[in-house]
């Protein structure tokens, strides 16, 4: 099993920064791929950012040049640095890990954490 721990969440005035980091502990093989995803009230589930093991990046195009995903691998952590944030950012943001467990690959998901963007 993997144990994803969020942290990072709050209020935060519009133009402000917020950091969100997520931690991966267990019986891991292999991590391969991470990311951040943010669910708003009345919304689907959706893909802000994500790292590959190579490093590689994508970002959802509303965050584009605000948002930066990276990650540690020595420590399996994830972090996302927000910035400029806007009241549109707000939402649940939750850590999505796909790692390799014995000879089981799936996806993990972190318990969410809630980012609030408001004068």
């Known amino acids: 099993q993997v144990q994803l721990v969020e942290s990072g969440g709050g209020l935060v005035r519009p133009g402000g920064s917020l950091t969100l980091s997520c931690a991966a502990s267990?019986?891991?093989?292999?991590?391969?791929?991470m990311g951040w995803y943010r669910q708003a009230p009345g919304n689907e589930r959706e893909l802000v950012a994500g790292v590959g093991s190579d490093d590689t990046t994508k970002y959802d195009g509303s965050v584009t040049g605000r948002f930066t995903i990276s990650r540690d691998n020595a420590k399996n952590t994830v972090t996302l640095q927000m910035n400029s944030l806007r009241p549109e950012d707000t939402a649940v943001y939750y850590c999505?890990?796909?790692?390799?467990?014995?000879?089981?690959?799936?996806?993990?998901w972190g318990q969410g954490t809630q980012v609030t963007v408001s004068s």
């Open positions: 267990g019986n891991i093989f292999k991590i391969y791929g």
């Open positions: 999505n890990v796909d790692a390799l467990v014995g000879v089981l690959r799936r996806d993990y």
